[in-house]
């Protein structure tokens, strides 16, 4: 496992989640502890519950309140879950100052940025925070150019066919 190193899967195309999960059960299968923060993708109850199952080597976060997908809740609905929102990445800015963890998943973070949830300062606080020693996986649709520069490695993911 690459230490330290930024990763982003971003793009139209489906499989970015799941690429970084792959990579999370690498990491704990060579002795890596692994978090997990879900955004933008409702409560998860089903997946949540299976995945709880990996812990403590895998521990798995969410921190909205409603069951639906974030892009199909009113205006009024989204407003209050930008708060939940906005307590996911602060969370994940302690784990990174705590190094609680090898490795931090955030998943659909780059959605949160382009929903204008959390402000560029934030997100450069997020790398500001990182270790050496702690790897990020950052997954999403559209990835902003000031990012690029704190990415290790990039993967478009798009569909083919």
Known sequence: MDAGRVQIYYGDGRGKS??????ALQAASAGMNVFVIHFLKGRMEAETAFMQQLEPEIKVFHFEKS???YEELSQQEKLEENKNL???VNFARKVLVTEECNLLILDELLGVIDNGVVAREDVEALFRAKTE???IIITGRKLPDYLRGYADEIYQI???K
């Open 18 to 23: 799941t690429a970084a999960l792959g990579y």
């Open 67 to 69: 069951q639906g997908r």
């Open 86 to 88: 906005k307590n996911g």
């Open 133 to 135: 020693e702690t790897q």
């Open 158 to 160: 798009q569909k083919e």
